[in-house]
Antibody
Framework: QVTLKESGPGILQPSQTLSLTCTFS??????????VGWIRQPSGKGLEWLAN???????YYNPSLKNRLTISKDTSNNQAFLKITNVDTADTATYYC???????????????WGQGTLVTVSS | DIQMTQSPSVLSASVGDRVTLNCKAS??????LNWYQQKLGEAPKLLIY???NLQTGIPSRFSGSGSGTDFTLTISSLQPEDFATYFC?????????FGSGTKLEIK
């Protein structure tokens, strides 16, 4: 059974660094074709893809957040991480992590999601 | 970036209706289009992947079609649990992008 769960600080102040953790089970990020992505959603608004990390440590970022994002993983502990530097109120959102899998050459994007963690940026 | 435009933004329908939701990409995304359903307070759920492939466990009343830039999600006979917001998502090109959603409301 595949599960993912996000954790974060809940609230932080502008200019701080947001650190998010995705703890998952039912798959391994050392398995060929596996990946984890981060997606966020401001309250009442749409979804924005942020970053992906793959089994081979390849990484992709949304350029709209310029150089503020860093994604990483701890394969032995089944965790993925996302850091966002210099946050402001526009970063207030629910942050989700989701699994990417590859089977028979077909990539299955975001079939499994965590419940999300709400992050509020406020002074 | 590829822009994904969904229409309508709000759709009012009744239980038993057949409905079609639209998603248009600003450039060719081949078949690399997914549909997600999201209910209030929940994470999105994958319904359809690569245009027309039904995700395991999703009822067969959901179907997808299209290619290139124009895609549709069809629900053949609306059930009460289908009233939700639906997002399309392209994974053909970086950065990956979602549509702004269609909210399916009870008429």
């Amino acid at each position: 059974q595949v599960t993912l769960k996000e954790s974060g600080p809940g609230i932080l102040q502008p200019s701080q660094t947001l650190s998010l953790t995705c703890t998952f089970s039912g798959f391994s990020l050392s398995t060929y074709g596996m990946g984890v992505g981060w997606i966020r959603q401001p309250s009442g608004k749409g979804l924005e893809w942020l970053a992906n990390i793959w089994w081979d440590d390849d990484k992709y970022y949304n350029p709209s957040l310029k150089n503020r994002l860093t994604i990483s993983k701890d394969t032995s502990n089944n965790q993925a991480f996302l850091k966002i530097t210099n946050v402001d109120t526009a970063d207030t959102a629910t942050y989700y992590c989701a699994r990417i899998a590859t089977k028979f050459g077909v990539r299955n994007w975001f079939a499994y999601w965590g419940q999300g963690t709400l992050v509020t940026v406020s002074s | 970036d590829i822009q994904m435009t969904q229409s309508p933004s709000v759709l009012s329908a009744s239980v038993g209706d057949r409905v079609t939701l639209n998603c248009k990409a600003s450039q060719n995304i081949n078949k690399y289009l997914n549909w997600y359903q999201q209910k209030l307070g929940e994470a999105p759920k994958l319904l359809i992947y690569n245009t027309n492939n039904l995700q395991t466990g999703i009822p067969s009343r959901f179907s997808g079609s299209g290619s290139g830039t124009d895609f549709t999600l069809t629900i053949s006979s609306l059930q009460p649990e289908d009233f939700a917001t639906y997002f399309c998502f392209q994974h053909n090109s970086w950065p990956l992008t979602f549509g702004s959603g269609t909210k399916l409301e009870i008429k």
